[in-house]
């Protein structure tokens, strides 16, 4: 089972540069979200959606976009990153209307540093 | 505005010692308060509480849920060098799929 599955692992941008992050799940999940990670801070979530084609903001949106063309696929593009932007950045999935109760599977996560 | 809070923030403790862990919230219309740990990637699932005083058990860890007093507790038993771990609370709200993650709790067992 592959699950959700987040490439790539680790990056090095300088300031500026723009990529984005790739998320993939094959469980049939409506409801993916992505979500960075800082030394003392948790977990906070960028944006998330509950279906193809629909996407919202979450608790620290700038500087990133989504978009949800699939409902297995879930790319985050990073604008013009800057060095607050190094993090390690999660990928999360679960299902969505009719059941939601259920917890998030999670991607290994991408260790971005902007220099 | 909604907010979890764990703590203790980090713990050192022995092989063998009894941990508790807690986070509390406060976050509107509760839907459900999960537990996970982290180890050196991403987190993986330990509980899902919803309803008040029914305690979840899984081997040597168990949590327990109070929706009155806006708390939910991870013990773990007989900790084991393996246990150390970031330990995550995330709690959602109804009407929508986010959650809210606390910072987690920072667990070291020394053998």
């Known amino acids: 089972n592959a699950g959700v599955t987040q490439t790539p692992k680790f990056q090095v941008l300088k300031t500026g540069q723009s990529m984005t992050l790739q998320c993939a799940q094959d469980m049939n999940h409506e409801y993916m979200s992505w979500y960075r990670q800082d030394p003392g801070m948790g977990l906070r979530l960028i944006h998330y959606s509950v279906g193809a084609g629909i996407t919202d903001q979450g608790e620290v949106p700038n500087g990133y976009n989504v978009s949800r063309s699939t409902t297995e696929d879930f790319p985050l593009r990073l604008l013009s990153a800057a060095p607050s932007q190094t993090s390690v950045y999660f990928c999360?999935?679960?299902?969505?209307?009719?059941?939601?109760?259920?917890?998030?599977?999670f991607g290994q996560g991408t260790r971005l540093t902007v220099v | 505005e909604d907010k979890v809070v764990q703590s203790p923030l980090s713990l050192v403790v022995h092989e063998g010692d009894t941990v508790t862990l807690n986070c509390s919230y406060e976050?509107?219309?509760?839907?459900?308060l999960l537990w996970y740990k982290q180890e050196k990637k991403a987190p993986t699932f330990l509980f899902m509480l919803t309803s008040s005083g029914i305690e979840k058990k899984s081997g040597r860890l168990s949590s327990i849920l109070d929706k009155k007093e806006l708390f939910s507790i991870l013990n773990i038993t007989a900790t084991q060098t393996g246990d150390s771990a970031i330990y995550l609370c995330?709690?959602?709200?109804?009407?929508?799929?986010?959650?809210?993650f606390g910072t987690g709790t920072r667990l070291k067992v020394l053998a």
């Open positions: 976050v509107t219309n509760f839907r459900s």
């Open positions: 999360a999935s679960s299902y969505g209307p009719g059941n939601m109760n259920t917890e998030a599977f």
């Open positions: 995330a709690v959602g709200g109804s009407g929508t799929y986010k959650y809210i």
